[in-house]
């Protein structure tokens, strides 16, 4: 009996690195990567950074970030600045409170010919919206137009089923005063006057774009009335960050595909509070590590990155027991929960270097949020 050849053929080969920042200008260990040639520049589709500022509206330090990778990458390039940024996503997210460590995520993508594998592999790809105005922010247009391009990234990156989409990541634009007064002059009105407001507005819209794009929401349910309003409207695997430093969304998808060679594989859950440590190996064992109890120090070192939401309940308690999140007045409630959410998932996989954004709103339920795990394979 003569056995049939497998077939070789194009296929996306997507990588992860991890770099430590010591600041949010430090570009040492992602440029020594570049020098030992772990991937070639022109690969990097993302940089997903968690840089050390608060978090909030005068978080300067992810456009530092965002500006220093992107000048780099212009000048290692031979590339003008505007068009790095339309071939990399660069999503920083601020606030590394607690014992979270600053860090920046790489993710590259290239084709190889390969057999592929018999199970489905690590698929990501990066895009774009259409800048909006600042009337559009946190409102349908939004979602919408999220939407639209979640479809389309998903198809790019041949993730086939909505299933096997386990993490998509947003950064989307907030309102300031300027544009707050540019709408005005125009004669439209935003969603609100409060600049720290709009952020949660910016995320929730965000949110609930991709909760259409994968079918976890109806179109039909989707009106301006119900973001920030409706929690029972949420996705399992949205996580949307909003920053200063942009007016359209940059979005990367992850998620696991037959049209992938890569070593690595993601998997999620959600979390059901800031303290959901189940959930925490759930997601683990979805990418495919299987746990007895906790993982142990090998098991561990395989856990390229974990990646998840923080959010205070809007109870003001977590299983029946007050905290003091939502009425610090000294420290805003999504510093509690990153820091929380941080200490939960480092104990698990030992490791302090993951990534935790604050603010979910519709990202999973309230007061918990979506989790996913890249592991390799």
């Not at 991937?39 to 993302?46: G, K």
């Not at 973001?227 to 979005?251: H, P, Q, R, Y």
């Not at 998808?253 to 059901?272: F, P």
Request: net charge neutral; with cysteine.
């Amino acid at each position: 009996m003569m056995n049939r050849k497998v077939k070789v053929k194009n296929m996306q080969k997507i990588g992860v690195f991890k770099v430590p920042m010591s600041a949010p200008d430090d570009l040492r260990s992602f440029v020594s990567l570049v020098e030992k040639k772990h991937f070639q520049l022109n690969e990097v589709i993302a940089v997903l950074g968690k840089t050390e500022g608060n978090g909030c509206v005068n978080d300067f330090t992810r456009a530092l970030t965002t500006t220093v990778f992107r000048n780099y990458m212009s000048k290692a390039l031979n590339l003008p600045e505007k068009e790095v940024s339309e071939r990399v996503a660069f999503v920083m997210s601020g606030g590394t409170e607690g014992v979270m460590s600053p860090h920046a995520t790489i993710f590259t993508k290239k084709e190889v010919q390969s057999k592929g594998f018999s199970d489905k592999r690590l698929a990501a790809s990066s895009g774009f919206t259409r800048d909006f105005l600042p009337e559009e922010i946190g409102t349908e247009v939004m979602v919408f137009e999220v939407a639209k391009v979640v479809k389309d990234l998903m198809a790019k990156a041949g993730i086939e089923s909505h299933e096997d989409v386990h993490f998509v990541q947003i950064k989307c634009p907030l309102l300031t005063s300027e544009r707050i007064q540019d709408a005005a002059k125009r004669g439209k009105t935003v969603v609100t006057t409060d600049t720290y407001k709009s952020m949660g507005f910016s995320r929730g819209a965000s949110a609930l774009g991709v909760a259409v794009a994968l079918n976890e929401v109806k179109s039909s349910d989707i009106s301006n009335e119900v973001i920030c309003k409706d929690w029972s409207l949420f996705s399992k695997v949205a996580s949307t960050s909003a920053g200063i430093e942009l007016m359209n969304c940059e979005i990367i998808v992850m998620g696991n595909s037959l049209n992938s060679a890569s070593d690595l594989r993601i998997g999620h859950s959600v979390m059901k509070d800031a303290i959901d440590l189940n959930a925490v190996i759930e997601a683990i064992e979805s990418a495919g590590m299987k746990v007895d109890k906790l993982p142990t120090p090998e098991q561990s070192k395989k856990i390229v990155n974990v990646l998840a939401k923080a959010e205070a309940s809007t109870t003001g308690e977590v299983r029946g027991r007050r905290n003091t999140m939502l009425t610090d007045s000294d420290i805003n409630h999504t510093r509690h929960a990153r820091a929380v959410v941080n200490a939960v998932i480092a104990a698990v996989v030992q490791d302090p270097m993951v990534y935790i954004s604050g603010g979910g709103e519709h990202q999973g339920p309230d007061g918990g949020g979506p989790i996913a795990v890249i592991i390799e394979v």
